[in-house]
């Protein structure tokens, strides 16, 4: 094994090796979940030095200038305001969904007029429209971090793979039986997952255009999904109350997670594959550990159904959101409550974390997403202007824009 090159990633913390073996390149990545500016950078070299290797002696300072490097950037508080910078009138008929390339240098939209745009964050202009669905485009992504490619999910029961640049349909995946309503890349692009009304879920290979695996098993809509960041492991979140892992090379459910009382709204693995969070209409969450699937914690507290649950970059945090106006926070290793975010007048249907970890956005029925202190829970921003409610936020890579989808028909981006 050789090592070519060092590889920074400072959301979350990490260093990413990049090594020859066998003639073929390959990366492997050491997480720093950890790391905070006060941590020994010689003492963390050490236990990496033991731990990998790859990092040689006369590597040594290399890493330990990365560290320092990371560290830098953590010391970094962020005090970022956020102001508005344009409104885009993004479809004729309504939208379903919003998202960013890595950079957010671009973002995509899609809309009841059965199309997916492309547009360019900067300007505002739209660069793409990927025409070809014959109905509602509902779930759509790029395939992250690389960006050449987006995914298209729709009720026409098909998804379809684009390339990002042209605009050029790669493959139309069919074999769903309803609507297309939740999508994934697997963290190597090189697979597509899809969950449909149809109870099922699919994997489709990115290159071919074939379809992989049908992941059966369900009673209900597929209504969420989610790939681990190793993507080895699926997990599934239907409106049959329970949720599923998948092994994604076999196509095998591994574990039924059991133990919710309503529908699932949103699954969610943590960075470090270890844990699944789930959200329900049972006003709870759950916290599961991926390799055994035993329920580890009920999040309880909320007065109204959980809407949207996520963990922060690190996965040492826990964010829902629910129908009764309120947003919590929960420890992953606790499961306590740290804070409740009170102020939206109306459900709250989306939430997430600043890549940094240190605020909150959240999207609301009362017209505003709203952003706020992790720590101390205190709003530190309201973003108005949006005339209906808002179903959609997002925060790009470096946590500098943001953009809002509404039922007004307009995004909102706010730098």
Same mark, same amino acid.
């Given at each position: 094994?050789?090592?070519?090159?060092?590889?920074?990633?400072?959301?979350?913390?990490?260093?990413?090796?990049?090594?020859?073996?066998?003639?073929?390149?390959?990366?492997? +990545?050491?997480?720093?979940?950890?790391?905070?500016?006060?941590?020994?950078?010689?003492?963390?070299?050490?236990?990496?030095?033991?731990?990998?290797?790859?990092?040689?002696?006369?590597?040594?300072?290399?890493?330990?200038?990365?560290?320092?490097?990371? !560290?830098?950037?953590?010391?970094?508080?962020? !005090?970022?305001?956020?102001?508005? +910078?344009?409104?885009?009138?993004?479809?004729?008929?309504?939208?379903?969904?919003?998202?960013?390339?890595?950079?957010?240098?671009?973002?995509?939209?899609?809309?009841?007029?059965?199309? *997916?745009?492309?547009?360019?964050?900067?300007?505002?202009?739209?660069?793409?429209?990927?025409?070809?669905?014959?109905?509602?485009?509902?779930?759509?992504?790029?395939?992250?971090?690389?960006?050449?490619?987006?995914? /298209?999910?729709?009720?026409?029961?098909?998804?379809?793979?684009?390339?990002?640049?042209?605009?050029?349909?790669?493959?139309?995946?069919?074999?769903?039986?309803?609507?297309?309503?939740?999508?994934?890349?697997?963290?190597?692009?090189?697979?597509?997952?899809?969950?449909?009304?149809?109870?099922?879920?699919?994997?489709?290979?990115?290159?071919?255009?074939?379809?992989?695996?049908?992941?059966?098993?369900?009673?209900?809509?597929?209504?969420?999904?989610?790939?681990?960041?190793?993507?080895? !492991?699926?997990?599934?979140?239907?409106?049959?109350?329970?949720?599923?892992?998948?092994?994604?090379? +076999?196509?095998?459910?591994?574990?039924?997670?059991?133990?919710?009382?309503?529908?699932?709204?949103?699954?969610?693995?943590?960075?470090?594959?270890?844990?699944?969070?789930?959200?329900?209409?049972?006003?709870?969450?759950?916290?599961?550990?991926?390799? +055994?699937?035993? *329920?580890?914690? /009920?999040?309880?507290?909320?007065?109204?159904?959980?809407?949207?649950?996520?963990?922060?970059?690190?996965?040492?945090?826990?964010?829902?959101?629910?129908?009764?106006?309120?947003?919590?926070?929960?420890? $992953?290793?606790?499961? !306590?409550?740290?804070?409740?975010?009170?102020?939206?007048?109306?459900?709250?249907?989306?939430?997430?974390?600043?890549?940094?970890? $240190?605020?909150?956005?959240?999207?609301?029925?009362?017209?505003?997403?709203?952003?706020?202190?992790?720590?101390?829970?205190?709003?530190?921003?309201?973003?108005?202007?949006?005339?209906?409610?808002?179903?959609?936020?997002?925060?790009?890579?470096?946590?500098?824009?943001?953009?809002?989808? $509404?039922?007004?028909?307009?995004?909102?981006?706010?730098?």
């Amino acid at each position: 094994m050789k090592l070519k090159r060092f590889l920074l990633r400072y959301y979350p913390p990490g260093i990413i090796l990049e090594y020859e073996k066998e003639g073929l390149l390959k990366t492997k +990545s050491m997480d720093l979940l950890d790391l905070t500016p006060e941590t020994n950078p010689d003492e963390l070299l050490a236990e990496i030095r033991r731990s990998e290797p790859l990092v040689t002696e006369s590597r040594a300072d290399q890493v330990k200038q990365l560290i320092l490097r990371l !560290q830098q950037k953590q010391g970094h508080k962020d !005090q970022h305001g956020f102001c508005f +910078s344009k409104s885009l009138k993004a479809h004729i008929l309504p939208l379903t969904n919003v998202a960013f390339n890595k950079s957010g240098s671009r973002f995509i939209t899609g809309s009841y007029d059965r199309t *997916c745009r492309v547009w360019d964050t900067a300007s505002g202009t739209a660069v793409h429209t990927l025409e070809g669905h014959r109905n509602v485009v509902y779930a759509i992504a790029f395939n992250n971090p690389y960006g050449d490619k987006i995914a /298209t999910g729709s009720f026409d029961k098909t998804c379809k793979l684009w390339c990002a640049e042209t605009g050029k349909c790669f493959h139309t995946f069919c074999g769903h039986t309803a609507e297309i309503v939740c999508l994934a890349f697997n963290p190597q692009s090189t697979l597509v997952a899809t969950g449909s009304m149809d109870a099922t879920a699919r994997l489709w290979d990115v290159e071919t255009g074939e379809e992989v695996a049908n992941l059966t098993g369900h009673t209900a809509e597929v209504l969420s999904l989610c790939f681990n960041t190793v993507g080895n !492991q699926l997990v599934t979140g239907s409106f049959d109350h329970t949720v599923a892992i998948w092994d994604v090379a +076999s196509g095998r459910r591994v574990h039924i997670l059991t133990g919710h009382g309503g529908e699932i709204s949103n699954v969610q693995f943590n960075w470090d594959c270890s844990l699944i969070v789930t959200g329900s209409m049972d006003k709870t969450c759950k916290l599961w550990e991926a390799v +055994s699937g035993k *329920c580890v914690a /009920t999040m309880a507290g909320h007065r109204e159904e959980v809407l949207d649950v996520c963990f922060d970059l690190r996965g040492q945090l826990i964010a829902s959101a629910s129908a009764d106006g309120t947003a919590r926070v929960f420890s $992953s290793t606790t499961h !306590q409550c740290l804070v409740t975010l009170e102020g939206h007048d109306g459900e709250i249907s989306k939430i997430c974390f600043s890549p940094q970890g $240190s605020r909150i956005l959240t999207a609301g029925s009362d017209r505003t997403a709203r952003l706020w202190d992790v720590q101390s829970g205190v709003c530190l921003q309201v973003l108005q202007g949006h005339t209906d409610e808002i179903f959609s936020c997002v925060f790009n890579y470096e946590g500098d824009t943001i953009i809002t989808g $509404s039922k007004d028909n307009t995004c909102r981006i706010w730098y």
